[in-house]
């Protein structure tokens, strides 16, 4: 297929931190009014910047969240990143072997920069991301589904849109990635594949992802 660039998001890909921070999305939530299932937060916030939940709990209440809303959120995630958090599993792998093959790669993330690098410490993945290779929400206006994140990436990366290839497991990721112009593998390991609808293919573990970009 000859991509010249793999842009993985973080969350759900690389680390395994979906359940926990949903889980302690859903309890924040609901202790400050707004009652939020686990299953209710993976639906309706997987793969979004911080600025979503702010928006829909307003759209859907017409309350806002405290000011010191996202500082406590991400205050509890991280100390449970300490605690519990680790690599998906294989992802190891397939980096190491990016590495190996000198295939450029990098992500691209609704996720802060903070959250990032705190999330790589606990799961031990920060050999394979200096700064260079580290994209944020934070870096553009718009978080997922806007293209922006993506493209941002893709022009620091130097790399045209269409050379690029998303790793993605959320609905809202592959949203951006299609309205960016790239490709688009969506991992099925959390997500089912209804809710990944427009994606270019679909993988449910780490090992059958190299074989299916052909890279």
């Known amino acids: 297929m000859g991509y010249e660039l793999v842009i993985f998001d973080n969350d759900g890909v690389l680390v395994d931190s979906e359940p926990i921070s949903n889980r302690i999305l859903a309890g924040y939530l ?64 397939v980096l190491t072997e990016l590495a190996e093959r000198g295939i450029p790669y990098c992500l691209a993330s609704s996720g802060s920069h903070q959250r990032i690098r705190v999330g790589h410490r606990s799961a031990g993945l920060s050999e394979f991301f200096d700064d260079a290779r580290v994209f944020s929400a934070e870096d553009v206006g ?13 022009a620091r990366m130097g790399v045209a849109p269409q050379r690029c290839v998303v790793v993605e497991d959320s609905g809202l990721g592959v949203q951006a990635a299609v309205a960016a112009g790239m490709d688009v593998y969506a991992f099925t390991a959390m997500t089912p594949a209804e809710r990944l609808a427009g994606a270019t293919g679909y993988f449910g573990a780490m090992d059958e992802l190299l074989p299916k970009l052909a890279v």
């Open 30 to 93: 609901t202790e400050l009014g707004h009652p939020t299932s686990y299953e209710d937060s993976l639906r309706d916030y997987m793969g979004s910047a911080m600025h979503r939940i702010h928006d829909l709990v307003l759209e859907r209440t017409g309350q806002r969240l405290p000011d010191d809303f996202d500082e406590v959120f991400h205050g509890r995630v991280f100390a449970a990143f300490e605690r519990e958090l680790k690599a998906v599993q294989g992802a190891r792998q």
């Open 142 to 154: 718009k978080g997922k589904p806007a293209p922006d994140l993506f493209l941002h990436a893709a």
